[in-house]
C-alpha cells in the first residue's frame, strides 16, 4: 500500500464549476501538506501549503487537512480552462523537503 | 520560471549505461533535491544535497549516486541503466529547509 493515495483521474469539469481533489495518506507522522500543479512538460509548482489540521484559503483555491481521518482536500472555486493541468498532493514530516507525494490527478476544464 | 534549470532535457540512452543528469539551482539557494517521476506517477525522492554533503535519501539502490558542487549545483548519476529508470527527473532546490522550486526536468528513456 502506498503512502499516499490519490486518484488519476481524468477529473473533467465545465467552466466556473467547484472542483474538489483529495487525498489520503496512512502515516500519521506527516505535518506538512502542499499541493502543487504541474503542466505538461513542467516541473511541479507548489500551490499552498498547509501545517497540520484546518484550513487554508488562497484565491479560488481553499486546502483543508483532516489529520484525525488522514484526508486532505483542495477545492477550486469558479475553475478555468487555464486550471487544466496535473494536481499532486505531497507532505512530509519535517517540512517541506523530502516529500511523499500522491500519483496526481489530470484535472480537464473545458471552456 | 523557477529559476532551476536542468539539463539536457531529453536523453535517450540503452540499457547497461551510464548517464549524469545536470541541475543548476536558483540563486541564493543551497539544498537540492531529485525526485524521478515515473509515467502517470507522481514524483518519488531520490536524495537531497545540502553545502555538498547527502543529507537523506529515498528507497534508490546506489547505483544512483549525486554530487553537489561549492556554486551548489548538482548532478545526478545513474550507473546500470535499466528499462525501468525510464522516467522524468526533477531536481528541486531551495534554501535551507524552505519551500522547494522544480526545474522542468529530464526525460530518460531506457531502450
Known amino acids: 500500500q502506498k503512502e499516499v493515495e490519490q486518484d488519476p483521474g481524468p477529473l473533467s469539469v465545465p467552466e466556473g464549476a467547484i472542483v474538489s481533489l483529495n487525498c489520503t495518506y496512512s502515516n500519521s507522522a506527516f505535518q506538512y501538506f502542499m499541493w502543487y500543479r504541474q503542466y505538461s512538460r513542467k516541473g511541479p509548482e507548489l500551490l499552498m501549503y498547509t501545517y497540520s489540521s484546518g484550513n487554508k484559503e488562497d484565491g479560488r483555491f481553499t486546502a483543508q487537512v483532516d489529520k484525525s481521518s488522514k484526508y486532505i482536500s483542495l477545492f477550486i472555486r469558479d475553475s478555468q480552462p487555464s486550471d487544466s493541468a496535473t494536481y499532486l498532493c505531497?507532505?512530509?514530516?519535517?517540512?517541506?523537503?523530502?516529500?511523499?507525494f500522491g500519483t496526481g490527478t489530470r484535472l480537464l476544464v473545458s471552456p | 520560471e523557477t529559476g532551476v534549470t536542468q539539463s539536457p532535457t531529453h536523453l535517450i540512452k540503452t540499457r547497461g549505461q551510464q548517464v549524469t543528469l545536470r541541475c543548476s539551482s536558483q540563486s541564493g539557494h543551497n539544498t537540492v533535491s531529485w525526485y524521478q517521476q515515473a509515467l502517470g506517477q507522481g514524483p518519488q525522492f531520490i536524495f537531497q544535497?545540502?553545502?555538498?554533503?547527502?543529507?537523506g535519501r529515498g528507497n534508490f539502490p546506489p547505483r544512483f549516486s549525486g554530487l553537489q558542487f561549492p556554486n551548489y549545483s548538482s548532478e545526478l548519476n545513474v550507473n546500470a541503466l535499466e528499462l525501468d529508470d525510464s522516467a522524468l527527473y526533477l531536481c528541486?532546490?531551495?534554501?535551507?529547509?524552505?519551500?522547494?522550486?522544480f526545474g522542468a526536468g529530464t526525460r530518460l528513456s531506457v531502450l
Open positions: 544535497y545540502y553545502r555538498e554533503e547527502e543529507n
Open positions: 528541486a532546490s531551495s534554501a535551507e529547509t524552505d519551500i522547494q522550486y
Open positions: 505531497a507532505m512530509s514530516k519535517t517540512g517541506f523537503q523530502k516529500l511523499v
